[in-house]
């Protein structure tokens, strides 16, 4: 969703020059990517924000890498982006002013599992899904579970504060995050938060870098908190003959007290999408809630919900997968959403929009009212037990770009006076720095980027991001 490319600083070719030459010298020249062919994969993310070839990737194995590229950086006045998995839905990881990548996907150890201490210390690089299998083998439990676990890392969920399905009960990657290892502009070290479960020193700056979108400092380390591995997991689909049916049963499982670890909905073209990827859903079905619930008392929870959810009007069904193998085969249908929605046209975008839960039925019909004015092909599936949307905008002629941006517009407009926010867990990015007034002050904006240039005065740190850079507070 770019309205408008973000007006940056592009560094002069003797300064990028200056830079590749001192790179190089540091790090030698097989961690110094300079050809365009070997730069370009580097340009871009999974959005449709276009940036610059970056002049020089670092392929970073160590900290020290780290620090060289960002010390080299800052003395050449070069800009630099950091990058892990290259997942990111908003352009974070996309070079828009050109200058250096800082590939940190190699730094992948995960140097300690403590299982005394529940905690695990991990490079930023580590896949999301390998620490899955790593700390559940030694029967621990890390939660943040987004559906790009295959091939998003945790340095990049860090930057996001990415969440995921299980976010319902456990939270988001921050309330995960006990301490972190950072490298700031010029190469400066600092390590912030703890490694005990308690701690109040000084200001959280741990939170702060948290979700910072790469553009405070680039994290070399995380040390993460875990807990036992839940004993019992149930799965379970509820069938609606509609999503308003099935958007008001999420709140009369709140209501009724159950806590599952996952609810998640999906809206008739959504179940359209997964029915044409080969799966068998119920052709009466125009919704879809997949509900998991965990701990000792899994199954009576799932009983319970099951009771709620058939006693609703518009549910027709309550189908509860048996074995472990019937759950996979339902997760794995969740998590080619992504994949099975995008075969419906040639352009698919995906927002992450959050309404307050009681508020979704009136998302969905506000949406409706704008795919109506806008002419704009729509569908919603998402995180619903937390209120976090993803709206997907779908054309396939690049003339109806201006109505997609129209639309766009009023879902963030809508999202706002709903009492929501723009993004649940994909960040602002390139994509929504120019709504990012419309539901924060100018003073907010403000304070945000004086922090900003405590960290990074010169701005080197993935200009661009975030913040509007037009300086103007545009309505649209
Ligand atoms: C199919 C699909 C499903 C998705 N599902 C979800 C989901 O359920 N939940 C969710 O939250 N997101 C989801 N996403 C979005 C994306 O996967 C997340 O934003 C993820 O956290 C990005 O991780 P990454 O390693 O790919 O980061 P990248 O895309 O490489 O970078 C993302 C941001 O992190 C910064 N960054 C990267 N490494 C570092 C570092 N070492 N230090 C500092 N900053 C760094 C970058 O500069 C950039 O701003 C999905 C994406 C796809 C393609």
Not at 45 to 51: C, F
Not at 111 to 119: E, G, P
Not at 296 to 313: F, H, I, K, W
């Amino acid at each position: 969703m770019l309205l408008e490319a973000p007006i940056v600083r592009i560094p002069g070719r003797a300064a990028v020059d200056r830079a590749k030459i001192e790179l190089e010298r540091r790090l030698g020249p097989s961690k110094v990517l300079t050809s365009a062919d070997a730069c370009g994969p580097y340009a871009s993310d999974d959005s449709d924000v276009g940036g610059r070839p970056p002049d020089a990737v670092v392929l970073a194995t160590s900290a020290a890498d780290v620090t060289v590229a960002l010390e080299v950086a800052e003395a050449c006045e070069v800009p630099v982006t950091p990058r892990a998995g290259g997942t990111g839905r908003t352009g974070g990881a996309v070079p828009v002013a050109g200058g250096i990548v800082l590939a940190t996907h190699a730094l992948a150890r995960i140097k300690d599992i403590d299982r005394a201490n529940l905690i695990a210390v991990v490079e930023p690089g580590v896949i999301t899904g390998a620490l899955h299998d790593a700390v559940e083998r030694e029967g621990l439990f890390y939660a943040p579970d987004p559906n790009s676990l295959e091939s998003c890392c945790i340095g990049g969920n860090l930057a996001e504060n990415a969440g995921g399905p299980r976010a319902f009960k456990y939270g988001v990657t921050r309330d995960w995050v006990l301490g972190l290892e950072a490298c700031l502009m010029g190469g400066r070290k600092v390590r912030t938060g703890k490694r005990t479960v308690k701690g109040v020193t000084g200001y959280d700056v741990t939170a702060l870098l948290v979700g910072s979108e790469g553009t405070l400092g680039v994290f070399t380390e995380a040390t993460l908190r875990l807990v036992p591995r839940p004993p019992t997991v149930a799965t379970a689909l509820a069938l609606f003959t509609d999503v308003r049916a099935a958007a008001e049963t999420v709140g009369a499982i709140v209501t009724a007290g159950i806590v599952p670890r996952c609810l998640e909905m999906l809206d008739a073209a959504t179940l359209d999408a997964v029915r044409a990827a080969g799966v068998a859903v119920d052709l009466r079905a125009g919704a879809m809630l997949l509900v998991e619930v965990d701990g000792d008392a899994a199954e009576s929870a799932l009983e319970r919900l099951g009771e709620v959810a058939s006693q609703r009007a518009g549910c027709i069904d309550v189908v509860v997968a048996q074995d472990a193998g019937q759950r996979d085969r339902l997760w794995a249908a969740r998590r080619m959403l992504s994949k099975a929605t995008r075969k419906l046209a040639r352009h698919k975008l995906s927002e992450d929009i959050v309404v307050p839960r009681t508020r979704i039925v009136d998302l969905l019909a506000r949406m409706d009212a704008i795919g109506e004015s806008t002419g704009v092909r729509h569908l919603t599936y998402g995180h619903a037990g937390d209120g976090n949307l993803h709206v997907n905008f779908l054309w396939n002629d690049d003339s109806e770009r201006p109505a997609v941006d129209r639309a766009i517009g009023l879902l963030m407009h809508a999202t706002v006076e709903l009492g929501g926010t723009l993004s649940g867990e994909h960040g602002i990015g390139v994509s929504k720095a120019s709504y990012l007034h419309l539901e924060q002050s100018a003073e907010l904006i403000a304070l945000q980027r004086d922090i900003k240039r405590a960290f990074d005065p010169k701005d080197l740190l993935n200009p661009g991001k975030i913040f509007p850079t037009d300086g103007a507070h545009r309505a649209c």
